[in-house]
């Protein structure tokens, strides 16, 4: 049963710390998405790539956050400096797409961000 | 931009009873619909999706949705609900743009408790 990873799962820290998110996305597919949960904000799409190229990250903040995929087999979310209110659930997608396919995001079980 | 619209925050209904969750969306083109469910503490899962063809679409755990393209809607239904429905549901969409389908927009979201 294929499934997205991602950690670690739960990570506090102090404010003006870096924080590296993890996510190895289902083998085969060719897209990764990040989104962040909060309760005010619900849902939000943070960035995506597509065969590892980045294809849209307006909905990050660019000053802090950036968004990589070293392979196809891991992206990394980092935030520097992580501040308070960055707090959220972060989650990771996959999903398979291409010029005749209908795809499916698939979502990780999240990582749980405290920044005090 | 798109938007996803969920018209009931929270939802409190008794087991065996009828379920109907709205979802509007507002984008002129071709869109991809779907509505996932998050139980407590869990990440998010599929439970159906529309891409084209018939309009009511049949998903996991006896959920079903109907497309209505003229009223821009989505709405999620299940005729009798169980105590384990409990959970959070989010209708999501997106938009097919070629070389495939960019990242989710969800709505805010529909906090569905199910009494015993």
């Known amino acids: 049963d294929a499934r997205v990873t991602q950690t670690p799962r739960h990570k506090v820290t102090e404010m003006g710390q870096e924080v590296t998110m993890r996510c190895q996305p289902i083998?085969?597919?060719?897209?990764v998405f990040w989104y962040r949960q909060t309760m005010m904000q619900g849902l939000e799409l943070l960035a995506y790539?597509?065969?590892?190229?980045?294809?849209?990250d307006s909905g990050m903040p660019k000053d802090r956050f950036s968004a990589e995929m070293p392979d196809a087999t891991l992206a990394t979310l980092k935030i520097q400096p992580s501040e308070p209110r960055d707090s959220a659930v972060y989650f990771c997608?996959?999903?398979?797409?291409?010029?005749?396919?209908?795809?499916?995001?698939?979502f990780g079980p999240g990582t749980r961000l405290t920044v005090l | 931009a798109q938007s996803v619209s969920q018209h009931n925050h929270h939802v409190i209904l008794s087991e065996a009873a009828s379920l109907e969750l709205g979802c509007n969306y507002s984008?002129?083109?071709?869109?991809?619909l779907f509505w996932y469910v998050q139980y407590p503490g869990q990440h998010l899962q599929l439970l159906l999706k529309?891409?084209?063809?018939?309009?009511l679409v049949k998903g996991i755990k006896g959920f079903e949705a109907e497309f209505i393209k003229s009223k821009f809607s989505f709405n999620l239904r299940k005729p009798s609900v169980q105590w384990s429905d409990t959970a959070e549901y989010f209708c999501?969409?997106?938009?097919?743009?070629?070389?495939?389908?960019?990242?989710?927009?969800f709505g805010k979201g529909t906090h569905l408790i199910i009494q015993p």
């Open positions: 083998l085969g597919h060719n897209t």
């Open positions: 790539f597509r065969n590892r190229a980045p294809l849209d």
């Open positions: 984008y002129g083109g071709t869109v991809n």
């Open positions: 997608a996959s999903g398979s797409s291409g010029a005749s396919s209908t795809d499916t995001q698939y």
């Open positions: 999501a969409v997106n938009e097919y743009s070629g070389g495939g389908a960019d990242g989710l927009t």
């Open positions: 529309y891409f084209s063809g018939d309009p």
